[in-house]
């Protein structure tokens, strides 16, 4: 059910855009979110927020401004519309980037996305407490600094001048725990977080487990020699590097130069048995998205079928910049232009049973850092902090830390040894991926 | 920015409700952003941030919640409802506000409310892609972004405090990208500070695009980068991350408190080789990481970090003061109203030493030359960090060889603080943002040409 205030504070925009001869759309986002941090055995943090965030694009004479206010009374939400469109007055013209066609509603299921529960704050603070005390009682944890859960509920609504609306609702709540373990001069500070729907479809004491059994494992790594090894990513790591590589596949990018893929559609680019595509109607996944930032209704996009390029993610402004269809992947919030993003990707099965992607020795990878500085999606070179294990067979012979793997994203797509037949969410449930066994990767130690 | 009788009442109630310390935290923010695509606008965009972040400290424990409106009624609800669990008879009294302006040492002329310039910001880009351009046909393309904010701050707490502030940020990037077949590099050019519009009147834009446009050449030309342990010197300027990461984290009380540091317990001892001596100074004029007063009303330092090796202070925010006993610095920072406040760095910096570049390169017999430094992270609680190579060559023979491809250097902060053994006098600063805790906030990172004797690279030959 869309809040009338909203409502209210929408039309009030969009007439303005049109009485000033633009036309234009307007999204809000608001969010109301529980976190709590537990340390030393009290709680060390406890945070209730709630925010709203107005932002409104405008096309006048075929030039785009944004501007946004987290103020709605209605001096606020005037100058919001003034300023965009004095920004637009500055802008290229640009006779691709428009607002939507149609005047449709689009509407999230709370029974799917929003399910209430009946679980407490103090039930919450309990659960938050109790990973730290049964983490900090197991052998060698020094500290638990890092754990806590969080319970967020985040609205999206977007409202174009042609008519058409959109409203989203879901709630995600999440737990995690990082614990300092030491062993003489060892030491290791690790850790996982889970995510789910519902405060009670989390178990907390599987992040316990995980936790410690993830630092005990980790504690006497030490670097492998520098040479090429095999790697096989786990499931968080492959996701968190082929996120970081996202880019490449946008229409932004593309039209804006910068896309080593923007002039390979129809070309190899992988593996014959790589496919990569976005699938954001899986309702299991938490990036699941029924409209993208446009408002435009979303479905499952194949970017990468047997190792070829098929289309590159588009928005309005891409798609009619290159004369293809739009694929429903703009990117926008309140505060920021239109852009090209992929919603929930995933990596196909491939034809390899999930075991025989072991064979022979290889490097498990199950850490990478410096995701956000060590790699360069217009190069597509990445050089990364990384921790695993040194594998062979299937078995994990030793632990290994203090090393890098560097390579380049594009360059790995065609030096895939298998893809496993079966596919993996990662903890963020953001991503659906099929494991990939690369050849050939340089590795410091 | 809101009624001194509000914030009296707010505090008042959150005392009445048993909380030992209060504080309103009012944040008005203003924004401008333009981003060009070679000589066109590509977006422009604007905005005004404003909220009340209202904190409560129980004993050790902070209750923080926030909220866009101003009515008493609102706010006193919120902290009614922040205290639900922990509200108990009075355990203090409040202090009436004793107001007091924070002295602004910057002085922005050409700020955001008064003069946006955004013209002149336009083609001050557009001149850097002309000059990025005009350096090599192999310049594909220019990507520039030019940013300009006004936070002001008002700040209320029960001890009676009652301050407020305005700061004034700009920053302008240019990145050019270098392209050949299917090869593509990038490279990139950063100014900016804590001043006004008027920073231009310093800035070269033919400078910032051809040097951009350098950089993008040199990486376009580079080979793969060796592999393994070996002496690194690290250029000035942005190189200074590698303090930042390696040991400026580990110092602030946000991870010493939670004794998740590895220097949580070395107070007065020798921790880094005599040539490093170490500074968080947010007093520095007009500089990126600057403040006139922390986000907890405090007037900013200098901070001595390292004496000649030796660890003499940490950063510490006034909870981190009272779980650890170490003074405050004026270190309590946040992105914005929505963050509770936690020890930070402003700018910090090695302090510059005597040896110059050739003798450092000439002193190795295999190693590598980062003249330009990304970003990183750190793992406070092992001190592991990494950070990325921007622009490297290869040192052979005491002499600088070809550029290196994409490098990221990984080591523990104790161990290369150990492995420093030479520190230059070109001591440079560069502007970054840093994400903590309590969110992303301006950073400078400083330092000389510094050699490291021993470190792990992580090179793709």
């Known amino acids: ?445 | 920015m809101i009624d001194a009788r509000i914030a009296q009442s707010v505090i008042d109630h959150a005392v009445a409700l048993g909380a030992d310390f209060a504080e309103v935290f009012v944040e008005r923010n203003e924004v401008s952003n333009i981003a060009t695509l070679s000589d066109q606008v590509q977006d422009l965009s604007s905005g005004i941030d404003f909220g009340i972040g209202l904190r409560l400290v129980y004993s050790s424990k902070v209750l923080y919640g926030y909220t866009n409106r101003t009515d008493e009624d609102e706010l006193r609800r919120i902290v009614t409802e922040l205290a639900a669990k922990d509200r108990r008879d009075p355990a203090t009294a409040t202090s009436a506000f004793d107001f007091r302006a924070a002295d602004d040492v910057h002085g922005a002329k050409r700020t955001l409310s008064t003069d946006p310039a955004l013209r002149e910001k336009v083609d001050y880009l557009f001149a850097a892609n002309r000059a990025a351009r005009a350096v090599s046909n192999q310049i594909s393309q220019t990507r520039g972004t030019c940013g300009q904010r006004q936070q002001a701050v008002e700040i209320f707490n029960s001890d009676g405090l009652h301050t407020n502030d305005t700061r004034h940020y700009i920053r302008a990037t240019l990145q050019a990208v270098a392209a050949s077949g299917t090869e593509q590099a990038t490279g990139t050019q950063t100014d900016g500070g804590l001043q006004g519009w008027e920073i231009v009147e310093t800035l070269d834009p033919a400078a910032c695009g051809a040097e951009a446009a350098r950089q993008a050449l040199v990486n376009l030309a580079a080979k793969p980068c060796p592999s393994g342990r070996m002496p690194v010197v690290i250029g000035n300027g942005f190189g200074g991350v590698i303090f930042h990461e390696a040991c400026g984290h580990l110092l602030e009380t946000t991870s010493v408190a939670k004794q998740a540091s590895v220097f949580h317990d070395r107070l007065g001892e020798t921790i880094a080789t005599s040539v490093v001596s170490a500074v968080d100074d947010g007093t520095l004029t007009r500089e990126w990481g600057s403040i006139n007063i922390d986000d907890e009303g405090m007037p900013t330092e200098r901070t001595q970090l390292i004496e000649n090796g030796r660890l003499v202070n940490f950063l510490a925010d006034r909870l981190g003061a009272e779980k650890t006993g170490h003074r405050r610095t004026g270190s309590g920072r946040r992105q914005s109203y929505r963050f509770a406040p936690a020890s930070r760095m402003r700018n910090t910096f090695i302090e510059p030493g005597e040896d110059s570049l050739d003798d450092m390169i000439g002193s190795i017999d295999r190693g590598i030359y980062a003249a330009r430094m990304g970003g990183g992270s750190v793992q406070p609680g092992t001190g592991e960090f990494n950070f990325a190579v921007t622009e490297g060559y290869v040192v052979e023979d005491g002499k600088v060889g070809h550029p290196v491809k994409a490098a990221t250097l990984i080591s523990t902060g104790p161990d290369v603080l150990r492995c420093i053994s030479m520190v230059g006098a070109d001591f440079a600063l560069a502007t970054g943002m840093c994400g903590s805790v309590s969110g992303m906030v301006p950073t400078t990172v400083g330092q000389a040409t510094l050699k490291v004797d021993d470190i792990l690279v992580g090179g793709n030959a």
């Open chain 1, 1 to 445: 059910m869309a809040d009338p205030a909203i409502e209210s504070h929408a039309r009030r925009v969009l007439d303005e855009v049109v009485r000033a001869g633009a036309h234009g759309d307007l999204i809000v986002h608001q969010d109301a979110s529980l976190s709590l941090k537990a340390h030393d055995g009290d709680l060390e943090e406890h945070k209730v927020n709630s925010t709203r965030v107005y932002g409104v694009r405008v096309i006048k004479d075929c030039r785009a401004g944004i501007a946004y206010s987290e103020a709605a009374d209605a001096a606020a939400l005037h100058s919001m519309v003034a300023q965009a469109l004095q920004n637009a007055a500055f802008a290229r013209e640009d006779d691709k980037e428009a607002i939507a066609d149609g005047n449709g509603s689009l509407v999230t299921d709370d029974a799917t996305l929003c399910r209430q529960d009946d679980v407490t704050v103090e039930t919450k603070i309990a659960a938050a407490l109790a990973m730290e005390r049964e983490l900090a009682a197991r052998d060698k944890v020094q500290n638990v600094p890092y754990n806590g859960v969080q319970d967020v509920t985040a609205e999206r609504y977007v409202f174009t001048t042609a008519g058409h609306t959109a409203h989203s609702k879901a709630r995600l709540c999440n737990a995690y725990a990082y614990a300092l373990l030491k062993d003489g001069d060892k030491d290791v500070l690790d850790g996982v977080e889970r995510t789910a729907r519902q405060f009670d479809e989390l178990d907390t004491s599987v992040i316990v487990e995980e936790t410690y059994a993830r630092c005990i494992a980790l504690l006497h790594g030490e670097a492998v020699p520098s040479r090429h090894y095999d790697v096989l990513f786990d499931v968080e790591c492959q996701a968190a590097l082929f996120d970081a590589f996202a880019s490449v596949f946008s229409g932004r990018a593309a039209r804006d130069g910068i896309s080593p893929l923007r002039e390979r559609i129809g070309e190899r680019i992988g593996v014959d048995g790589l496919d990569i595509r976005d699938a954001p109607r899986r309702t299991e996944g938490f990036g699941y998205a029924l409209f993208d930032g446009e408002g435009i209704a979303t479905a499952t996009t194949t970017l990468v079928e047997r190792g070829r390029l098929v289309t590159l993610a588009h928005n309005s402004a891409t798609a009619g910049h290159f004369g293809v269809a739009n694929t429903g992947h703009a990117a926008r919030s309140p505060k920021t232009p239109l852009g090209v993003a992929l919603h929930q990707p995933e990596i196909g099965p491939g034809e390899i049973r999930e075991s025989d992607l072991t064979s022979g020795e290889y490097l498990e990878i199950v850490d990478l850092a410096g995701l956000h500085s060590g790699t360069n999606a217009v190069s597509g070179d990445f050089s990364l902090g990384a921790a695993g294990f040194l594998c062979a067979d299937g078995e994990r012979l030793r632990p290994v830390r203090n090393i890098t793997v560097a390579g380049n994203f594009l360059d790995m797509l065609t030096k895939i040894v298998g893809i496993g037949d079966v596919q993996h969410w990662n903890a963020r449930r953001s991503a659906l991926m099929a494991r990939i066994r690369f050849a050939d990767m340089p590795i410091s130690g």
